[in-house]
């Protein structure tokens, strides 16, 4: 099973604890992958030296810096399930290019991803590698038994459509 995170590594994106989880399930002998896909952020270097360093580098943990769109769009559709840990959030594209894709999504139970997400995610809650690596766990046999939620389907508003809401609310 492999898990992609999309977005640029910053402490507020959640990787830390993401790394955390997939350490957790690897010491289990969970047969998962996790893909990272981000440039470099703000206050990244711990992580990035973690990542870079760890004994799954390159076997079950994979992080890419730059991937063109075609690259993208090849991970997601290669993907079992998007994870979204991020402690706070604006808006979460990935959610949407993951609905757009059909991918299953498994999001820190914020409000901008239930707003973008709503019924069409599973949600977990905790700081913990510990809490992330059960959700983790849960997620895989509901999916397992076809009851996990799936993202196809999800509505989303084009870019278009988008600027037209924010356009009436300004009138």
């Known amino acids: ?9 910053e402490p507020r994106k959640g990787y ?3 790394l955390q989880a997939f350490e957790c399930l690897w010491d289990q002998g969970v047969d ?7 440039k470099f952020g703000w206050k990244a270097s711990a992580l990035t030296s973690a990542i870079q360093k760890h004994p799954m580098f390159n076997q079950k943990l994979f992080w890419e810096s730059k991937v063109s769109d075609e690259y993208l769009e090849c991970l997601y559709q290669q993907a ?3 994870i979204a840990a991020s402690e706070g959030e604006g808006f979460g594209l990935p959610l949407i290019e ?3 894709k059909g991918l299953p999504i498994l999001a820190r139970d914020l409000t901008v991803f239930k707003e973008v997400a709503t019924d069409f995610a599973s949600y977990f809650n905790g700081l913990t590698g ?3 690596a059960q ?3 849960e997620w895989m046999a509901l999916n397992q038994q076809g009851k996990a939620p799936q993202s196809v389907n999800m509505p989303f508003l084009s870019w ?6 924010l356009l009436l609310l300004l009138e």
């Open 32 to 38: 998962v992958n996790w893909v990272l896909v981000g």
């Open 16 to 18: 830390l604890q993401t």
């Open 160 to 165: 278009q459509q988008s600027t037209e809401q």
């Open 135 to 137: 959700a983790i766990l």
């Open 98 to 100: 993951a609905g757009q």
């Open 130 to 132: 510990h809490e992330l």
């Open 80 to 82: 079992d399930c998007l």
């Open 1 to 9: 099973t492999s898990f992609l995170s999309v977005g640029t590594l």
